[in-house]
C-alpha cells in the first residue's frame, strides 16, 4: 500500500499570511489531485498535475508537482478565511493500479 | 445542476439493521468509488466500480455490497449494521478510471447504535 503524507496536520494562521502544505511519497505518481473539503461537505477538486516539475495557479493557490513526481506542494499567498477547510491530495500510482491514494489531509483554519 | 447526488443526508441505524445508501451521478462518467471518512483514518476506499457491471473491493470491503447495473446509480448496501460501521460515507465518480480527478457527492453521515 502506497503511503502519502500529508504535512502540517493542522495549520492555525491570521489572514493575510502565506503557507504552504505538503505531500510526500516514496513512490512515483502518473498524476496527483488536491481536493478542499469543508465542514459537512465532500472534498472539491481544485486541481490536477501530471508532469513532473509542473506548476498551477489558481487564484492565489499555487500547485507544484516534485521533479520526480513523489511529491507536490500547496502555497496559499494572502489567506483568507475563505480558504478555511481540509486540504487532500491524492496520487495515482504509475504501475498497474488506478486506484488513488488519499493523504490524511491538512486542517487548516484562517482567522479573521 | 450536474454532479453526484447521494441519499439520505443523514441516518441512525440500529445494530443489525440492513439499509442501502443511495448514489446518482448524471456526468456518464464511468468509475465510481464509495469512500468512507473517520477522524484520523483519512479516506478509505470501499468499493468501486469501473463501469456498468464492474464491481470490485477496495480497502475495506466488510460488511458491504455492491452493485452496478447502470452507469448512473452505484447504490451501497450494509449488510447488517455494526457500530464500526458510524462513519461519513461519499459517493465519488470520474470520467475515466485514470488522471481525472473526483467528483464527490455530500456524504451520508452514518450512526450505528
Known amino acids: 500500500t502506497q503511503l502519502l503524507e500529508q504535512s502540517p496536520q493542522f495549520l492555525s494562521i491570521q489572514e493575510g499570511e502565506n503557507l504552504t502544505v505538503y505531500c510526500n511519497s516514496s513512490?512515483?505518481?502518473?498524476?496527483l489531485q488536491w481536493y478542499r473539503q469543508e465542514p459537512g461537505e465532500g472534498p472539491v477538486l481544485l486541481v490536477t498535475?501530471?508532469?513532473?516539475?509542473e506548476v498551477k495557479k489558481l487564484k492565489r493557490l499555487t500547485f507544484q508537482f516534485g521533479d520526480a513526481r513523489k511529491d507536490s506542494s500547496l502555497h496559499i499567498t494572502a489567506a483568507q478565511t475563505g480558504d478555511t477547510g481540509l486540504y487532500l491530495c491524492?496520487?495515482?500510482?504509475?504501475?498497474?493500479?488506478?486506484?488513488?491514494?488519499f493523504g490524511r489531509g491538512t486542517s487548516l483554519i484562517v482567522h479573521p | 445542476n450536474a454532479g453526484v447526488t447521494q441519499t439520505p443526508k443523514f441516518q441512525v441505524l440500529k445494530t443489525g439493521q440492513s439499509m442501502t445508501l443511495q448514489c446518482a451521478q448524471d456526468?456518464?462518467?464511468?468509475?465510481m468509488s464509495w469512500y468512507r471518512q473517520d477522524p484520523g483514518m483519512g479516506l478509505r476506499l470501499i468499493h468501486y466500480?469501473?463501469?456498468?457491471?464492474?464491481?470490485d473491493q477496495g480497502e475495506v470491503p466488510n460488511g458491504y455490497n455492491v452493485s452496478r447495473s447502470t452507469t448512473e446509480d452505484f447504490p451501497l448496501r450494509l449488510l447488517s449494521a455494526a457500530p464500526s460501521q458510524t462513519s461519513v460515507y461519499f459517493c465519488?465518480?470520474?470520467?475515466?478510471?485514470?488522471?481525472?480527478?473526483?467528483?464527490f457527492g455530500s456524504g451520508t453521515r452514518l450512526t450505528v447504535v
Open positions: 465519488a465518480s470520474r470520467l475515466q478510471a485514470r488522471g481525472y480527478g473526483y467528483t
Open positions: 498535475v501530471v508532469t513532473g516539475g
Open positions: 456526468m456518464n462518467h464511468e468509475y
Open positions: 466500480s469501473v463501469g456498468a457491471g464492474i464491481t
Open positions: 491524492a496520487g495515482e500510482s504509475s504501475g498497474g493500479s488506478y486506484i488513488p491514494t
Open positions: 513512490s512515483v505518481f502518473s498524476s
